[in-house]
């Protein structure tokens, strides 16, 4: 069986929209596009008067370089919440088919399957935040079509071990569609699966310049996987996602300097990490520093209610995660500057209360 026969066999035999610029080849004068034939003010050389390229080769070359795939292994779109969108339209129909998540987690998954009207299944992490194998397959129900793990955890900071994604992918074969989330995984110790993605045609990895690469802004996001899955993918993405100053914007991160920068900033984020645990954990009203392998700390508080809004009167804004299963007193605080982390710790040293 082919990984496709999950997917929604009407979206194989559809015939994708073909824009201007899929169909042109060759040619100095473009009159095909309905575009401006001048350049708009202050285009300093984009040339944002036509339409950009689909999946700008540029673009890909330097991603699948970057991640160690294929070209036709991977596709790219406006961040990972357009590709996680896209994977749910592909292989969910409405009224029928299932998504399998682990509380707690990343939102988007559920969200685009309650758009896409597709149900979601929960098989919640274990109480030490870790993925548990046995849960997932206990939960799986042949509705399920996609089983989304988010590693290193969003919101807990945990990740999966890659002995267990291992397992997962092995025990879905022919089932589902493993989706790893690997949006924080260049701060971890433990590496990506993504050279998984050979071997297993139901494994697909995403990936993102949202947060270690500093383009949260831009919007760019990977998906690694199977060819045949890429090509399904791309035949019912938006016509142009990637806007032409996004791309620019990314392949200057993706350049030797923005590279090393890079490089170094997740560095800072590492250390700072650790002195950021240390410190909390010496904290009155801090009861638990979860571990963590991303950019961010969960925190468990005596009163997590009110450190939000002692945190907020000093003018630091936190994530509040108490909404989320197994974190009801905790707050996530994301890894800053030395300067804003140290800020965030006189705050909580200090004895006044303002809320
Ligand atoms: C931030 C985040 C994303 C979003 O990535 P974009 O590429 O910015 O859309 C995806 N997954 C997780 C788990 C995240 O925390």
């Known amino acids: 069986m082919s990984v496709l026969d999950l997917a929604r066999p009407e979206l194989r035999a559809m015939q994708p929209y073909s824009s201007a610029r899929m ?203 199977n060819a045949e899955v890429i090509a399904l993918l791309r035949r019912i993405m938006a016509p142009y996602p990637l806007p032409l100053p996004c791309v620019d914007a990314a392949l200057r991160a993706l350049s030797g300097p923005g590279q090393a920068n890079a490089r170094e900033r997740i560095g800072i984020v590492r250390a700072q990490r650790v002195r950021m645990q240390q410190a909390l954990r010496e904290l009155p009203g801090v009861r638990e520093v979860l571990p963590s392998q991303a950019n961010f700390l969960a925190v468990r508080f005596d009163d997590a209610g009110a450190t939000y809004q002692r945190l907020l009167a000093a003018g630091i804004v936190v994530r509040d995660v108490r909404r989320y299963p197994g974190l009801g007193n905790a707050l996530r605080i994301t890894i800053g500057t030395p300067e804003e982390n140290a800020r965030v710790l006189a705050v909580l040293a200090s004895d006044r209360v303002l809320a």
């Not at 040339?47 to 540029?58: F, M, V």
């Open 23 to 225: 169909e042109a080849s060759g040619g100095q004068v473009f009159l095909n596009a309905n575009e401006s034939a001048w350049v708009p003010v202050g285009d300093d050389g984009l040339g944002c008067n036509r339409y950009p390229e689909p999946q700008p080769a540029a673009l890909v070359d330097a991603l699948t370089t970057l991640y160690g795939v294929r070209g036709e292994q991977l596709l790219v779109g406006r961040g990972s919440d357009e590709v996680i969108d896209l994977l749910v339209r592909a292989f969910c129909n409405a009224g029928r088919d299932a998504i399998l998540i682990q509380p707690p987690t990343f939102g988007m998954y559920a969200v685009c399957a309650r758009v896409q009207g597709a149900t979601v299944v929960e098989a919640p992490l274990a109480a030490d935040f870790t993925l548990d194998v046995d849960a997932v397959l206990a939960a799986l129900t042949p509705a399920v079509k996609l089983v989304f793990v988010c590693t290193p955890n969003n919101p807990a900071g945990l990740a999966a071990p890659r002995a267990a994604i291992e397992r997962l992918v092995r025990a879905l074969s022919g089932r589902a569609l493993l989706v790893v989330d690997e949006a924080y995984v260049e701060f971890a110790d433990e590496g990506s699966v993504v050279d998984l993605i050979d071997r297993h045609d139901n494994l697909a990895v995403l990936r993102t310049l949202s947060k270690a690469w500093a383009l949260a802004g831009a919007r760019i996001g990977s998906l690694l996987a």
